[in-house]
């Protein structure tokens, strides 16, 4: 039976186009109650201090982006009402900012140096982060349209940059007393801290099905990071990060 | 989708409101300086850790009580106002608003200094610069000493500004890869050696493609980290209350090969060319009393200009003499005796690896070598 069951779901990698097999895969999974859903949807969010630090005075700017996520999601009902949910997702967590910032722990690395002090002015922050994520969520179903999910998540960065530069401020080199540093009109001076990101993510995430018809369906998933997304030996930045995103889009049932 | 704008503006406003009470200030900074009864002869010259005040002839300096602005909400010891002796420099301690920091300035009154006519560069002090996570650096400090060995002039060099491109670099800690610093291969004992550097790492660069050595008289204040042009205040605090005549000095100079061009506009020369000026300038009539990299030799203000002509400088392994005498500017200010006696005017005194250092323009390498400089000029009346 489950031999079947995984050359069914080849026979429809290979043949995708191929209505019957569809078909056939369906019934297998109907018969098993199975969810199988490949979906797709985009991420907003922020990867954000919480609460905001007392050295952020203000956010001038907020861009999501255009973050996409591709996945697969599994879901076994037990009953009519609960279930067990799991799969696999490529997800971007995007966004650009640009903040006030009064006092704010700064490095300027570059070549083989760096340059530590206090910043007083604008941060722009650009944050790239794909990652491949697990969840395990209990499933719940509330109606016969719409279905509930939660559960923790674990997430490993595949490719992550955090960067971005300083404009319109002044640096105070080491401490706040040090040589004061201006950067006016248009000197802006860079910082990356990608190599910093932390490789293992995890948080919880909650979520809700609305069908449309039999196969398609509107999806929204928060997800919310419960670790920093820097090392742990990273100073630099004094307070702790953490992905919180809403991905929204739609699946494929089979 | 209906709930998309929805969920923007509430995320939003979940960021927005989450803004903190401001925190207490945490810099503890001489913003400003004033004495009672209109005895400062020019604007203070504030620096991180220093306050030079300029006072008039005839000021009693035993007794003065300068008035601190600080940073709000920091607290200064002594107090604001309290009359101290300024004949040997003060010293004050700022606290932040938030007391969690403490600075130190010295405060120095200058008046009735003697004018020097000899420059030989045998001072040199070590400047340290603290580089938490690493070793510090040192850069030098060229002064002039007298007989008694008391510093009577420090010279002003781009170094602070070029710590940032240091570390940048990861530079060792040796003073001799700073753009300016102390040789002791001079002509007589010590002499200043300027070098054209070129930052490594792409964020120094960015900031400033090329440092030329440059000392001056005057204060270099970093007021712009990509625009040494406004950092350096030639002749700053510097009253000069006589007719200057010549300038003469010895020089060695070695250009570097390939010029690296940061402002087009200002590129005149293919090959690099050290430079050696000296201004007499109004201070009264100089914005801000002082002149910069932009019009240290264009502005209206300036009464006479003792600058080497290009043809005069070039390359030269051995020590070579120059001598520049002091002409009337073209466009300036003329001469007045009676503004020259009332310490109106500063003389600022200015060299220069490249000579197109203050807009980026130089030659990595470029190297020149000053030493045994005097300065001519009428004491009094009919008396050189």
Redo the contacts between chains.
């Keep these: 039976m489950k031999k079947q069951f995984i050359l069914t779901a080849i026979a429809l990698l290979l043949c995708l186009g191929q209505a019957k097999a569809q078909q056939l895969f369906h019934y297998n999974l109907k018969e098993h109650h199975i969810d199988f859903e490949v979906k797709a949807g985009f991420s ?3 990867t ?1 201090p919480l ?9 001038e700017s ?1 861009n999501p982006g255009l973050a996409l996520s591709l996945g697969i999601q599994v879901t076994k009902w037990f009953d009519n009402q609960w279930g067990f949910s799991s799969g696999i997702s490529f997800d971007n967590k995007k966004m650009s900012t640009e903040a006030r910032v ?2 704010y722990s700064m490095e ?1 690395i ?7 002090g ?1 910043w007083t002015g604008l941060v722009q922050t650009d944050v790239t982060n794909s990652y491949l994520t697990v969840p395990v969520m209990a499933a719940y179903k509330l109606s016969s349209v719409w279905d509930l999910r939660f559960g923790p998540y674990v997430a490993y960065l595949m490719d992550g940059k955090f960067s971005g530069h300083v404009s319109d401020g002044y640096l ?19 910082y990356d801290f990608s190599d910093n990101l932390r490789k293992f993510q995890w948080g919880l995430q909650a979520g809700g099905s609305w069908r449309v018809n039999r196969h398609f369906r509107l999806n929204a998933d928060l997800q919310w990071g419960l670790n920093d997304i820097f090392e742990k030996d990273f100073e630099t930045i004094t307070f702790s990060m953490y992905n919180i995103y ?1 991905n ?1 889009g739609f699946g494929y049932v089979f | 989708m209906k709930k998309f704008p929805l969920l923007l503006l509430l995320s939003m406003f979940f960021f927005v409101s989450c803004i903190q009470d401001e925190a207490p200030n945490a810099e503890a900074d001489i913003v400003s300086c004033v004495l009672d009864g209109n005895v400062l002869k020019r604007p203070p010259l504030i620096e991180n850790d220093k306050v030079t005040l300029v006072v008039s002839v005839g000021v009693n300096a035993a007794n003065l009580a300068p008035q601190f602005e600080l940073t709000p909400g920091a607290t200064i010891e002594p107090p604001s106002g309290t009359a101290r002796n300024f004949t040997f420099p003060q010293t004050y301690t700022v606290t932040s608003e938030d007391k969690k920091w403490k600075k130190t300035y010295t405060v120095t009154v200058q008046q009735d200094r003697s004018i020097l006519s000899d420059y030989d560069f045998e001072g040199v002090s070590l400047v340290r610069v603290e580089n938490p996570g690493s070793y510090p650096y040192h850069y030098h400090q060229i002064e002039e000493v007298d007989s008694q060995g008391s510093t009577t002039l420090v010279w002003a060099s781009g170094n602070s500004g070029f710590v940032l491109a240091a570390k940048l670099d990861g530079l060792p800690d040796d003073p001799t890869v700073f753009p300016t610093c102390s040789w002791d291969e001079g002509r007589t004992g010590k002499c200043v050696k300027l070098v054209t550097c070129r930052p490594k790492a792409s964020a120094a660069v960015a900031l400033a493609p090329i440092a030329a050595g440059n000392l001056f008289t005057g204060k270099f204040v970093l007021e712009n980290i990509n625009e040494p042009a406004v950092c350096t205040h030639f002749g700053a605090g510097e009253v000069f209350p006589y007719r200057p005549i010549s300038l003469e000095g010895y020089f060695k100079y070695k250009a570097g090969a390939t010029m690296t061009v940061g402002t087009p506009e200002q590129h005149k020369h293919d090959t690099d060319m050290w430079d050696i000026y000296a201004v007499l300038y109004d201070a009264t009539k100089a914005t801000n009393s002082y002149l910069d990299g932009y019009n240290i030799l264009s502005d209206p203000s300036i009464v006479l200009l003792a600058h080497l002509p290009r043809e005069e400088r070039h390359e030269a392994d051995d020590w070579t003499h120059f001598f520049i005498e002091f002409q009337p500017f073209e466009g300036g200010t003329a001469f007045d005796e009676a503004k020259m006696k009332n310490g109106d005017y500063n003389l600022a005194i200015v060299m220069s690896s490249s000579e197109e250092g203050a807009y980026f323009n130089g030659a990595e390498g470029s190297t020149l070598y000053v030493d045994d400089v005097k300065l001519h000029y009428e004491e009094e009346e009919g008396n050189q």
Aim: net charge neutral; hydrophobic share 25%.
């Design positions: 907003i969010g922020g954000s609460p905001l630090p007392e050295e952020i005075r203000s956010i907020y009064k006092n300027l570059d070549g083989g140096g760096r340059i530590k206090n105070r080199e080491n401490d706040p007393t040090g040589q004061k540093v201006p950067f006016t009109g248009d000197a802006t001076a860079t809403l929204l």
